[in-house]
């Protein structure tokens, strides 16, 4: 009798403990995921926390750029007011213009009537100017097609220089040496020269001579401004007595030694130097007369511009 109720109590005692362990790995388990929840709910509050401070900063940036956008604003209706009064002053002084005279609307048209005149003149020159290059450059062809014909190259060169044709002859050519008479071969050079320049009674023609630095004394030679003088001269008499060529269009001068083309150190350079130019130019008067508009000939009539 008294064993039956002490195995009542050992099983009773043995199914409490039993319960119990399972409760507390129910309640460990529980916990375990509660603490997982927890970690969860403080990363999203970091997360916010964060979030947060991200919009606080962009909030600072907008209120930072609405306090530049007004500053500059206030700068923009300082200017416009300014511009304004700027406006204001121009359009008062252009009333007080519209109130010009009479009389000073007639200088205005005077003045461009001026301005026509000079423009028009300007047209004048430059055909003139082109005239005379076309006029200069047909005619050094002409020379150098007359004088090619039997005539060493080194001998004679023609050049065009604006409105100048030069022609530098060899003393070789023209003179015997240490003289100033012409030579024969020389006279059909100047007959050449001559003829063509007959044909063109607006061009004055002047003779320079040109001699090297050897000193020369004579009894009709003193030295080499003589010499130079005196051969421009034998050939400005050539062109006059003998090719009939006006005379009031002729100019004679010596150079003497100077203006030499390359220094006299060698017999050859004193040949190159020892020469005779010829000049073709427009009468001096022709240039006075471009200076005076009223003198030139209205070249626009005849399509010159």
Not at 254 to 268: F, W
């Amino acid at each position: 009798m008294h064993k039956l109720p002490i195995l009542l109590l050992v099983m009773l005692v043995g199914l409490t403990s039993c319960v119990s362990k399972k409760k507390y790995e129910s309640l460990q388990t529980d916990l375990a995921s509660r603490d997982e929840l927890l970690a969860q709910r403080n990363q999203e509050i970091n997360r916010y926390a964060q979030q947060l401070a991200e919009c606080e900063r962009r909030e600072m940036q907008v209120q930072s750029r609405l306090e530049t956008a007004q500053a500059q604003a206030t700068i923009r209706e300082e200017q416009i007011a300014d511009l304004r009064k700027q406006r204001d002053a121009q359009l008062e002084q252009v009333g007080d213009l519209t109130v010009l005279s009479q009389g000073a609307n007639q200088n205005i048209g005077n003045t461009l009537k001026q301005l026509e005149g000079k423009d028009r003149y300007i047209r004048l020159l430059q055909a003139a100017k082109s005239k005379a290059d076309s006029i200069n450059l047909a005619l050094a062809v002409n020379l150098k097609s007359a004088l090619k014909d039997g005539i060493e190259d080194e001998d004679v060169n023609i050049q065009v220089d604006k409105t100048v044709v030069y022609i530098n002859l060899s003393d070789k050519m023209l003179y015997k040496s240490g003289s100033y008479q012409i030579t024969d071969r020389a006279s059909e050079v100047l007959a050449k020269i001559a003829s063509i320049a007959k044909d063109r009674p607006n061009l004055e023609i002047m003779v320079e001579g040109y001699t090297d630095n050897v000193p020369i004394n004579s009894a009709c030679v003193k030295d080499n401004w003589d010499l130079s003088v005196l051969r421009a001269t034998a050939v400005v008499k050539a062109l006059q007595n003998k090719y009939n060529i006006d005379p009031n269009r002729l100019v004679a001068a010596g150079r003497g030694e100077y203006n030499q083309l390359v220094d006299n150190s060698t017999a050859e350079n004193r040949s190159i130097n020892r020469r005779t130019r010829i000049i073709l130019l427009p009468k001096l008067n022709q240039f006075y007369d471009l200076l005076d508009p009223s003198k030139v000939p209205d070249v626009t009539a005849e399509g010159g511009k």
